[in-house]
């Protein structure tokens, strides 16, 4: 595992997205494509906007990314569809080879089935897999399911993840947030060849202490990525001030 702690979600979005750019970049080379799954939530703003700037041929790329609320319109202010169209995929210079949303309306086990199909036809290259208020990886909530080898599953979300999606000011109140969402899993994530975490600001500290203090569990479902072979995460000094000073 490698840890960089920069100054702030800015500079931590510039060196993150160079990192990820590099690794694309390599993998074109070499594969001739590459296969990307992208997180979102407010902790990704900086990564992904400086990520759409970079020199990389997105036409031989194609974009997975890791949840979607249950029943929630695509047109939603905190759609995840909505989100990466218009932070990510809309603002790029190349159209993406292909995308695959999360599909959160109509038959959701068709959607789900259909999802699962595409991702394992092939290794994931690049995965950029935040880490939650309450230490989830996608909207895999403790205790996290280790155990599933399904690819995405539906899940109910926590009364911590629900206020952390009010707390980013994506819904109103409690009420408003969706009890379910799909989520890819824990197992699938752990797949990817390649992880990259981005976790900024002081609301992650806690998270980042537990994801340090404790050995692999699903109470803590982030310190799995720990046991990945290509695992970095990316600190600003908010979200590393909880750390002890050792461990720094």
Known sequence: MEVNILEDA????QEAAERCAQLLRKRIEEKGSARLVLSTGASQFETLESLTQKDINWSKVEMFHLDEYV???????ASFRKYLKERFVERLSIPLKQVHF?????DIEVNIAELCAEIQKGPIDLALIGIGENAHI???DPPADFDTQESYIVVNLDEHCKKQQVGEGWFASLDEVPSQAITMTVHQIMQSEIIISCVPHKVKARAIRDFFAHECTNQIPATILKS?????????????????????
Request: aromatic residues 10%.
């Open 138 to 140: 996608a909207f895999n």
């Open 10 to 13: 800015k500079e931590l979005g």
């Open 228 to 248: 990945h072979p290509n695992y970095t995460l990316f600190l600003d000094k908010f979200s590393a001030s909880e750390m002890n000073q050792e461990r720094r």
């Open 102 to 106: 999360v599909n959160g309306e109509g």
């Open 71 to 77: 029943h929630l319109p695509g047109d939603h202010p």
